[in-house]
T-cell receptor, first 111, second 118 residues
Framework: EPEVTQTPSHQVTQMGQEVILRCVPI?????FYWYRQILGQKVEFLVS????????KSEIFDDQFSVERPDGSNFTLKIRSTKLEDSAMYFC?????????FGPGTRLLVL | AQKITQTQPGMFVQEKEAVTLDCTYDTSDPSYGLFWYKQPSSGEMIFLIY??????QNATEGRYSLNFQKARKSANLVISASQLGDSAMYFC???????????????FGEGTQLTVNP
């Protein structure tokens, strides 16, 4: 069964460093998303992407965040200058219709 | 704006018993979808079941069923014949469908931690 994959599974970085989180959505899906979940809290929407452009973003998704689909399969989230409060699980999701299927997540720890 | 409320932070159930996890919602979108996801301790987010606001019948997927009561704005998850592997965090979520103003983002509730006892 097709699934969303994410790399790396874990990432530790120093405050102020740039990180790139990678995702491979399900191949026939056209809609892509990033969410984050701070430890012990609920899942929060960051951004949605369709037809090679951002279709919607939340107030969390400020100038330090960016997304890109560099080729036909990958979908990336870049955090330019990480802060301590960026420590969270980051989920990529994709959908063909209503249902969004999530990847296993990247656990980001900013020290 | 959308809001999901899950009032049960934790639930306990005996193996092989049925359990209902509560979810209420609020939205101004004319059509919407309701979802349940399971998050085991390993952290991944697993899709369980979907209900469209326009669906006349309640959704079922194996041991999972969604008790959708539109007038009460509730979308409770029923798990029948609980298994030890059902122990996990369960999230209710919703998104707008056509005609909505909330985009396609999923809005999640706080979650319910289910523990299945042997």
């Amino acid at each position: 069964e097709p699934e969303v994959t994410q790399t790396p599974s874990h990432q530790v970085t120093q405050m102020g460093q740039e990180v790139i989180l990678r995702c491979v959505p399900i191949s026939n899906h056209l809609y892509f998303y990033w969410y984050r979940q701070i430890l012990g809290q609920k899942v929060e929407f960051l951004v949605s992407f369709y037809n090679n452009e951002i279709s919607e973003k939340s107030e969390i998704f400020d100038d330090q965040f960016s997304v890109e689909r560099p080729d036909g399969s990958n979908f990336t989230l870049k955090i330019r200058s990480t802060k301590l409060e960026d420590s969270a699980m980051y989920f990529c999701a994709s959908s063909e219709k209503e249902t969004q299927y999530f990847g296993p997540g990247t656990r980001l720890l900013v020290l | 704006a959308q809001k999901i409320t899950q009032t049960q932070p934790g639930m306990f159930v005996q193996e092989k018993e049925a359990v209902t996890l509560d979810c209420t919602y609020d939205t101004s979108d004319p059509s919407y979808g309701l979802f349940w996801y399971k998050q085991p301790s390993s952290g991944e987010m697993i899709f369980l079941i979907y209900q469209g606001s326009y669906d006349q019948q309640n959704a079922t997927e194996g041991r999972y069923s969604l008790n959708f009561q539109k007038a009460r704005k509730s979308a409770n998850l029923v798990i029948s014949a609980s298994q030890l592997g059902d122990s996990a965090m369960y999230f209710c979520a919703m998104r707008a469908l056509w005609g909505g103003t909330s985009g396609s983002r999923l809005t999640f509730g706080e979650g319910t931690q289910l523990t299945v006892n042997p």
